[in-house]
């Protein structure tokens, strides 16, 4: 495998015409950024050693930042997860052709629709608040405190579950006060597993481009209104990678 290049891919456009995207750094090197098409598709690419590319922070960033190179150029971007490596532009020409038909029914789909993500976050002094504001989970924390491990194993567990009620509760508000009115300025919205502890809500939206200004109105007002509770983490625009399902099997460029 040693110095054998390869194929990264980025995404998929909707062009019939060679182009180019400047320079993306990869590992430290500068690789040119370019397209390989098949009819009115595209897939943006740069030209790689040949070996598994691990999702560490500087990876994650270079793909993210060439995507959202593309889409300020391009309003039809569909999205290709990290790490896809293939072994020649011809094996990318061969996979085009597979996902055609596939691309066809997309790129109408999605014409000028952008992912917004918004993820919240309880702060702790709120978490502390709603705690205190049920007297039976006070009591029973202070309880198990006094204790040994063993002799507090089922007030452990009974404590669990009434942090979790409690918690599943904040989570199902945060749902109907931020997630519901954004879920009904969208072409279409997702709730994901919250990725910690204290998460509250988890989701990605799909917009149109052309209502991206008053979506982030609606979320600045929600966080207007929380931001003593909670914080919020708002990101994008993205390409659809939450309502856009491309499998990329290296086999079928084989």
């Known amino acids: 495998m ?3 290049k390869g194929i990264y891919v980025f995404c998929a456009i909707r062009s019939g015409e060679e182009e180019r995207f400047g320079s993306v750094e990869v590992e430290g090197v500068k690789r040119e950024v370019f397209t390989i098409h098949y009819q009115d598709a595209a897939m943006v690419a ?3 050693p040949m070996k598994i590319y691990h999702p560490k922070k500087h990876n994650l960033l270079m793909h993210q930042q060439t995507v959202s190179k593309v889409m300020k150029e391009h309003d039809t971007v569909i999205p290709i997860s990290f790490g896809n490596v293939f ?3 011809e094996d990318v020409e061969v996979l085009l052709e597979n996902l055609y038909p596939q691309f066809e029914k997309l790129f109408p789909a999605i014409k000028g629709k952008i992912e917004l993500g918004l993820k919240v976050i309880a702060k702790k002094e709120y978490l502390e ?6 007297p039976e989970l006070v009591k029973m924390s202070s309880s198990v405190k006094g204790k040994s491990e063993s002799a507090a194993y089922y007030d452990r567990i009974k404590l669990g579950g009434m942090a979790q009620k409690l918690f599943s509760s904040l989570q199902e508000e945060m749902k109907e006060e931020i997630f519901t009115p954004l879920d009904e300025v969208s072409e279409a919205a997702k ?3 919250p990725s910690s502890e204290t998460m509250l809500l988890n989701a990605a939206f799909l917009i ?3 209502k991206e200004e008053a979506f982030d109105q609606l979320v600045n007002e929600a966080f ?3 931001e003593d509770k909670v914080d919020f983490h708002y990101s994008g625009p ?4 939450n309502f856009v399902n491309i499998r990329l099997k290296v086999e079928e460029a084989g």
Do not use: F
């Open 238 to 241: 993205w390409p659809a990678y």
């Open 191 to 193: 709730l994901n597993e």
């Open 87 to 89: 072994q020649s532009k």
């Open 224 to 226: 207007e209104k929380w």
């Open 46 to 48: 740069t030209e790689v």
């Open 2 to 4: 040693n110095g054998e």
């Open 129 to 134: 608040e709603m705690v205190n504001e049920h």
């Open 208 to 210: 149109d481009r052309t």
